[in-house]
T-cell receptor
């Protein structure tokens, strides 16, 4: 595997379910990001991790819970989501989290909340 | 407040018909402006980073330029495979936070 991978690629869940999205980067980077891309809206940053420490939480509701066990893996735990949370969830990584570093994106997880 | 605005929202070109996409921005101290390409159902693919006014970068049929208020992505003699959504993003705030424009959907027809 190369670059940034995400699993699953597609997910359908009910509002009472609990699920997790997984991201893995094979680039040797130390910073990882979660973004949300809703229909008709720009990409929106959710969380930033640098050296496994959460350094940014962009006012995201608590039903989204990130986890970064090491610099290569990032999870987004989902519980009691709402239909408006349906979107493409994108993971990205960069070298160290410094300003102006290029972020490389994974293919995304398409989430549908029923 | 930092802001990114892209225009046009959508652009249809004939193969070989050159054009430009615009990204207007306001930011308190430019720390990087990025261009990405996104195909339907996929993640954004990095194209260019520009850091200072006057900077230009090229890759195949694409050329990105930057002034103090806007960036242009020039597409020379486009081909159908250049059809995609092109996203502009700006470093805003700490920790390499990016804010994205809404994108320009480009369709190139044979």
């Amino acid at each position: 595997e190369t670059g940034v991978t995400q699993t699953p690629r597609h997910l359908v869940m009910g509002m009472t379910n609990k699920k997790s999205l997984k991201c893995e980067q094979h680039l040797g980077h130390n910073a990882m990001y979660w973004y949300k891309q809703s229909a008709k809206k720009p990409l929106e940053l959710m969380f930033v991790y640098s050296l496994e420490e959460r350094v940014e939480n962009n006012s995201v509701p608590s039903r989204f819970s990130p986890e970064c066990p090491n610099s290569s893996h990032l999870f987004l735990h989902l519980h009691t989501l709402q239909p408006e949370d349906s979107a493409l969830y994108l993971c990205a990584s960069s070298q160290g989290g410094g300003e102006g570093e290029t972020q490389y994106f994974g293919p995304g997880t398409r989430l549908l909340v029923l | 407040e930092d802001q990114v605005t892209q225009s046009p929202e959508a652009l249809r070109l004939q193969e070989g018909e050159s054009s430009s996409l615009n990204c207007s921005y306001t930011v308190s101290g430019l720390r990087g402006l990025f261009w990405y390409r996104q195909d339907p159902g996929k993640g954004p693919e990095f194209l260019f980073t520009l850091y200072s006014a006057g900077e230009e970068k090229e890759k195949e049929r694409l050329k990105a330029t930057l002034t103090k208020k806007e960036s242009f992505l020039h597409i020379t003699a486009p081909k159908p495979e250049d059809s995609a959504t092109y996203l502009c993003a700006l470093v805003s705030g700490g920790y390499n936070k990016l804010i994205f424009g809404a994108g320009t959907r480009l369709a190139v027809h044979p």
